[in-house]
């Protein structure tokens, strides 16, 4: 069983930054992919990022290349998401989850956090 905690979530202006944490904790870990997702107000859970915990190769939404980053310290079971050039539209609830198949649907992940809210202002 794998337990994550999200922090960093925020208020920030338009074209700021924010780093989102992630604290990972369990057995066999390293077998592990830890992705980001978010869900604004009436809509759907996205997918953000994913990176394998080993690996640490990462995949990230096309829509989101060049302005986040997905990483982590393997040492500090810790995964980071970098935010940059934030958007109103950047603005909802972000959650860590942990998946041992992968990919980008959020039914493929089975450990979730309990989110951290992020607010872009205009």
């Known amino acids: 069983q794998v337990q994550l905690v999200e922090s960093g979530g925020g208020l920030v202006q338009v074209g700021g930054s924010l780093r989102l944490s992630c604290a990972v904790s369990g057995r066999t870990l390293s077998s592990y992919i830890v992705g980001w997702f978010r869900q604004a107000p009436g809509q759907e859970r996205e997918f953000v990022a994913f990176?394998?915990?080993?690996?640490?190769?990462?995949n990230h939404a096309d829509s989101l290349k060049g302005r986040f980053t997905i990483s982590r310290d393997y040492a500090a079971n810790t995964a980071y998401l970098q935010m940059n050039s934030l958007k109103p539209e950047d603005t909802a609830l972000y959650y860590c989850a942990a998946t041992r198949s992968g990919g980008t649907r959020s039914s493929n992940y089975d450990a979730w956090g309990q989110g951290t809210q992020v607010t872009v202002s205009a």
């Open positions: 990176i394998g915990w080993r690996s640490g190769t990462a």
